[in-house]
């Protein structure tokens, strides 16, 4: 594990944090990976991810995300929604930044934090209020960012994660939603071998550009 965080006080990306993230393929991009066109052919957002990773791997630096609001509200709101969560779990949440995969050197995750010796925990302050209540009631937060938290446990080789929603516009009693996802491992070994294939489309990519170059 590397113990870079990942945003200042102020909320600014930690420079050496992106840097580390260059290239990689990651836990906030498994889902663009993952993601299916029609007919189960690879999405737009699959091609888009994979020419992402070759530009940063030819520069070496992360291409430039342009942060809204909603980003903006999250990482603003992360600090409160970990106090809250820790005082409901009884629990302290460990920072961590950047954590490099062991088994494949082109992926690595930045888990929210690490919980007890098993567990992560994940936060998410949805902008929409609809959608903390949709968390409330069914999970949905968890099923959205499933490819990110089997990530997270895939790298960090951690049982469980528990997927947090926050928003404080609710009354105290409904701030928090918590749902604990458990490892899956049919759902990493797809994972695994999606990050596998397309590490080596990446690599044809860049072999591509560096030949035009010449």
């Known amino acids: 594990m590397v113990d870079v ?6 909320g600014t990306a930690n420079p050496a944090w992106l840097r580390m993230r260059a290239g ?11 993601a299916k066109g ?12 994979l020419t992402t990773l070759a530009v940063e791997r030819l520069t070496g630096e992360c291409v430039e995300v342009f942060v809204n609001a909603a980003m903006a509200r999250g990482t603003e709101l992360e600090p409160k929604a970990r106090s809250a969560y820790e005082a409901n779990a009884g629990v302290l949440v460990e ?6 995969s062991t088994e494949l050197e082109f992926v690595g995750v930045s888990p929210d934090g690490l919980v007890d010796d098993v567990g992560l925990v994940e936060f998410k302050c949805p902008s929409a209020m609809a959608r903390h209540l949709d968390a409330l009631t069914d999970g949905t937060h968890a099923k959205d960012y499933a490819w990110q938290i089997q990530g997270q446990l895939w790298v960090t080789g951690r049982e469980w994660c528990d997927a947090v929603s926050f928003d404080d516009r ?3 009693d409904f701030q ?3 749902t604990r996802v458990y490892r899956d491992e049919a759902a990493i070994d797809r994972l695994r071998e999606e990050c596998i294939r397309a590490n080596a489309e990446v690599e044809a990519i860049v072999a591509r550009l560096l030949e035009m170059r010449k």
């Open 38 to 49: 029609r007919a189960g052919a690879p999405s737009t957002s699959r091609a888009n991810l």
């Open 170 to 172: 609710f009354p105290p």
């Open 24 to 34: 990689k393929l990651t836990g906030s991009r498994f889902a663009d990976l993952m």
């Open 95 to 100: 920072e961590v930044g950047f954590v490099a």
């Open 176 to 178: 928090l939603a918590i």
């Open 5 to 10: 965080v990942q945003h200042f006080e102020d």
